[in-house]
């Protein structure tokens, strides 16, 4: 019998559960995983989104069985908890858009193989191509840090031009651009690695 079809007595399993029993966690487990891969494909426009999603879930369903209340069947709660995940998770990617090496044109991905991993300076046309780069991973910040490296990068304004513009200390300024370079740098390392 698929894992899919294995019929467990959820009841039993949920009492053995609370009372310390591993194997009962486990048997949960191969009994909700085709379920919430499912939803996850469904819902998520990236595969390989799917089984960091089906953790996702899986964690938050135990962290949160004590709210279960058997009043439906589990793999209902189970279904609502996995969509809420998935939804959430979208949400957060139109916040703060991924891309992915497949996304970028043929020059733009050479022009990253020179810039990224030290190959040779670019020309003319690859320095243009490199812009639409930049472009494409500011635009996975959102508009108010865009809008803070753009100050200081482009416009070259001073740290403390800056606080002054914006209302801001110089801790939280500095803070903020330490983050977005973490973040950026992330990016570029996860783009590097879904070639």
């Not at 970028?104 to 810039?115: D, I, K, M, R, Y």
């Not at 801001?168 to 879904?194: A, D, I, P």
Request: proline content about 4%; hydrophobic content about 40%; glycine content about 4%.
């Amino acid at each position: 019998m698929e894992q899919s079809e294995r019929i467990i007595d959820v009841v039993d399993c949920l009492r053995r559960w609370n009372e310390g029993e591993e194997s009962a966690a486990e048997e949960l487990i191969d009994h909700l995983h085709p379920l919430i891969s499912r939803i996850a494909r469904s819902h998520l426009p990236r595969w390989d989104q799917e089984e960091d999603i089906v953790q996702e879930v899986l964690m938050k369903m135990f962290s949160r069985l004590h709210q279960y209340r058997a009043d439906a069947p589990l793999n209902h709660w189970v279904s609502r908890v996995a969509l809420t995940t998935c939804f959430n998770r979208l949400r957060v990617q139109k916040v703060r858009p991924e891309i992915c090496w497949t996304d970028l044109t043929p020059e733009e991905s050479e022009t990253f193989e020179a810039a990224w991993l030290g190959a040779t300076t670019p020309d003319a046309t690859a320095a243009i191509h490199a812009r639409d780069m930049v472009n494409k991973l500011l635009s996975t910040l959102p508009s108010a840090d865009r809008s803070l490296i753009l100050q200081v990068g482009l416009e070259g304004l001073t740290l403390e031009e800056i606080s002054k513009r914006r209302g801001w200390g110089l801790s939280k300024l500095k803070l903020r651009l330490f983050r977005m370079r973490v973040h950026l740098r992330k990016t570029m390392q996860e783009l590097e690695q879904c070639r």
